[in-house]
């Protein structure tokens, strides 16, 4: 097809009216002549790899969005529903950061996994990318995903995948998960599940409990055997979202000079 005819169909199959209507500004500017920007938002999808899958937030194939988050979940359970034995009861955990869009996107996981019958073990609020990994050990899942674009500029998201081994995938199942992505429905016919609904159902359980075994594990790591009233620790999350679990750990690890930059501390996607 060409440009506008991808893009169209696109936009047609988008379950994200935000996301359609960008679609259909910039299509308006297309049939003017002005296919730069149209052209940049269909250079080929994301490539889904090790890492999973990370781009610019907006609309279209080569952006981070609801529609390929709920194309990449649906690749993702079937992958896991086909390879791994027990993974509809064993679950997939999903969290998130607090980036643009984080929250929103994980609940579409959510819904998307819940609809396919696959448990999904939920972190309603932010949480570190370790704690997702962890969490598919401790609950024994099948998988996890987490809605995150670590390092990267406040202008991205991204979406963090691991197996049941709570490590990042690596070959051949990277390859296998793309092949499922590939293979999906357009997004608006990849079923989802309200979230609510789900819950009532006992599709999707609260794992917000995994935090205190988190903790009890990071303080297993505890080596130095000076008292721990000696050292004075300066702490930054760089509005990232560390700060709330960094705290409890710290005061349950009996490290009273903590003090942690304030102006840094809370959550915040655009990361002043």
Not at 64 to 81: C, D, M, Q, S
């Amino acid at each position: 097809m060409d440009l506008l005819a991808r893009a169209r169909a696109w936009r047609d199959a988008d379950p994200d009216p935000t996301d359609r209507a960008e679609l259909t500004e910039l299509i308006v500017r297309a049939e003017r002549g002005e296919t730069g920007p149209l052209e940049d938002r269909f250079a080929g999808p994301l490539e889904f790899g090790t890492a999973g899958l990370r781009g610019v937030i907006g609309a279209g194939e080569s952006r981070l969005n609801t529609a390929v988050i709920t194309r990449a979940t649906y690749g993702l359970v079937r992958h896991l529903l086909a390879t791994i034995p027990g993974a509809a009861e064993r679950g997939l955990v999903i969290g998130r950061d607090a980036r643009r869009r984080s929250e929103a996107l994980a609940q579409c996981a959510a819904e998307v996994a819940a609809a396919l019958g696959m448990k999904v073990h939920f972190l309603p609020g932010t949480s570190p990318t370790p704690l997702v990994a962890f969490a598919v050990k401790e609950l024994r899942a099948a998988g996890g995903a987490t809605v995150t674009a670590s390092h990267n500029p406040p202008e991205y998201n991204g979406y963090k995948v691991y197996l049941d081994r709570g490590a990042q995938i690596v070959p051949p199942d990277d390859a296998a998960i793309a092949a499922q992505i590939e293979a999906a429905p357009p997004a608006k016919d990849v079923p989802r599940l309200p979230l609510a609904e789900a819950m009532a159902q006992g599709l999707v359980v609260d794992a917000t409990r995994i935090e205190e075994s988190y903790l009890a594990a990071l303080l297993e790591l505890k080596v130095l055997p000076v008292p721990t009233e000696s050292l004075s620790i300066v702490y930054t999350a760089l509005h990232g979202v560390g700060e709330r679990l960094t705290r409890q750990l710290m005061a349950k690890a009996g490290f009273s000079r903590f003090t942690s930059v304030a102006a840094q501390s809370q959550p915040d996607g655009t990361f002043p």
